[in-house]
């Protein structure tokens, strides 16, 4: 077991190798029952009388560690010395790691371990007592703090090679390691066969400069970072869920800035026409133009024009040109409306309205006037031979050429300034939602990176 | 919350250009899309200029 509980680091001891001689430093000599020669590899267990064994001979370190045996660093409030270097690989993949035992004084051991330049500072329940009170039920997510952790991987972890001291058999044992992710957390379960309770160690995913700088290291040492680790926050991820969290809020103050402009410009009706047409005899369907009262305008503002036409299996077609009575600068819509009914194969049908709506926008504050110029098509209606046209009778009869005009329809115009514009909000709404989407998207896709990486990944393989 | 915030900065300055011009726009009686039949005229006081999607002509 680690010395723990004590208040400093414990004076180094050195060692003779019992094969080579070469002298080893412990930096933790009451705790360590295994340590590494640096000079022959000898893999050498101390026994409980203190007798050094040779166990076995370990395989050399392929690559030199970024931090060196016996440098201290502060880091996470914690005062470590690396004591051990391991590598490790997976025993049915080629996937290999590298881990740095870290040694403290007062809690034991926790450790680096690095992946294709990823780095995660990892602990046992030492450190996260809570880990404790966690069991192992074979489950695919495990929740541990508020977080949920999703399974990410399954193997069985090999020791290759080593250097310094540890105080259990690291290079025999072979632990089977089921890892879950929360970015940036990560879960190790490890059970090591012939012992009946599976260990529980949390990561945290580390920057190298922060090992860098609590490590007095030369960050330029460090291996490149390759791809995305299984534990990598995702820049992407952090903002999309603080734009997800914040998205209501801002939607409701839209409303809120909306209903508070209807209050501040609130809308109000400037113009409400009716017109009996006039048919022009001079001209196929065509009725005389007209001209309605005059009305202002105090600020500027949009108008809305309902233009309704009581048109019944016809249509009609009015161009309405709003005209500034001051400086001419007039606006021009062309609306038609067309309404059809009828009765087909025992069934009623219709198409069309007898309604149509105009938004104008910005329109400048001053006195205003609408030109109407109205057309139609013929009406269905016939009238007796020789009807006279009147107000309740608009049709009259053309002897000559025993065709039916009438006067046309009633245009009823409704003019409305200031209207509430629903098409500004969603708009907006919808411009607010594209960087969102785009968000969501870029952590999709990085997610799915992540995935790659692992035997459960919850995308389609496919993709 | 002040770390939300912090993650979400570039969203609420994209937040603040559209809320604040839908703002501008609601008091200033500005639609963002005017009916596409609409054509204004803006010969008057020598100005010749014409927008809108018909070709204007005074009747």
Sequence with gaps: ?463 | MMETIKDARIYLLFVLLIIGYYAYSAINGIAFWESSTVTRNTEYNNNSRTRGVHAFYHK
């Design chain 1, 1 to 463: 077991m680690a010395t723990i509980n004590l208040k400093a680091f414990p004076y180094a001891e050195d060692v003779a190798c019992p094969k080579c001689k070469h002298q080893i430093t412990l930096y933790d000599p009451e705790g360590s029952e295994y340590c590494v020669c640096t000079s022959c590899n000898s893999f050498i267990h101390f026994t409980k009388n203190d007798i050094a064994l040779i166990q076995k001979q370990a395989a050399p370190i392929s690559q030199q560690p970024v931090l060196k045996l016996g440098s201290v660093g502060m880091f996470k409030g914690f005062q470590f010395k690396v004591i051990g270097y391991v590598e490790k690989k997976e025993q049915s993949a080629p996937y290999a790691w590298r881990e740095y035992i870290l040694y403290n004084y007062e809690q034991g051991y926790a450790n680096f371990a690095e992946y294709d330049g990823h780095w995660t500072f990892v602990a046992g329940k030492e450190f996260y007592p809570a880990l404790g009170e966690l069991k192992n039920r074979g489950w695919t997510f495990i929740n541990y703090e508020e977080n949920e952790y999703t399974l990410f991987s399954k193997y069985t972890a090999v020791t290759t090679a080593l250097i310094g001291e540890f105080d259990w058999d690291i290079l025999f044992e072979r632990p089977k390691t089921t890892e879950f992710v929360a970015p940036p957390q990560i879960l190790y379960i490890e059970h090591v066969p012939n012992q009946t309770a599976a260990q529980f160690y949390l990561g945290e995913y580390t920057e190298p400069v922060e090992i860098a700088d609590a490590f007095k290291t030369d960050i330029k040492l460090f291996p490149e970072r390759v791809g995305i680790g299984s534990n990598q926050p995702s820049v992407h991820a952090q903002r999309w869920f603080a734009i997800y969290k914040l998205l209501p809020f801002i939607v409701v103050f839209m409303a809120v800035i909306g209903f508070g402009a209807s209050y501040i410009s609130p809308q109000y009706e400037v113009l409400d026409s009716y017109h009996n047409t006039e048919r022009d005899t001079a001209k196929a369907n065509e009725f005389k133009p007209y001209l309605t009262p005059s009305f202002e305008l105090q600020k500027q503002s949009a108008l809305n024009f309902k233009i309704i036409a009581p048109v019944d299996n016809n249509w009609l077609e009015a161009t309405v040109v709003l005209v500034n009575e001051k400086n001419n600068q007039s606006w021009e819509v062309t609306e038609s409306i067309e309404y059809y009914h009828g009765y087909e194969d025992g069934e009623n049908w219709s198409e069309g309205s007898q309604e149509a709506d105009v938004l104008l926008s910005a329109i400048p504050a001053g006195k205003y006037h609408l030109n109407i110029y109205p057309a139609a098509g013929e009406p269905t209606i016939s009238t007796p031979p020789g009807a006279a046209y009147n107000s309740t009778n608009p049709y009259v009869l053309n002897t000559d050429s025993i065709t039916v005009k009438s006067a046309g329809p009633t245009v009823h115009i409704n003019v409305t300034a200031n209207p509430i514009i629903w098409k500004n909000f969603w708009v907006s709404v919808l411009l607010l939602c594209l960087y969102p989407l785009y968000t969501w998207w870029r952590m999709r896709t990085y997610e799915k990176k992540r995935w790659m990486n692992s035997d459960y990944s919850p995308y389609e393989t496919d993709e």
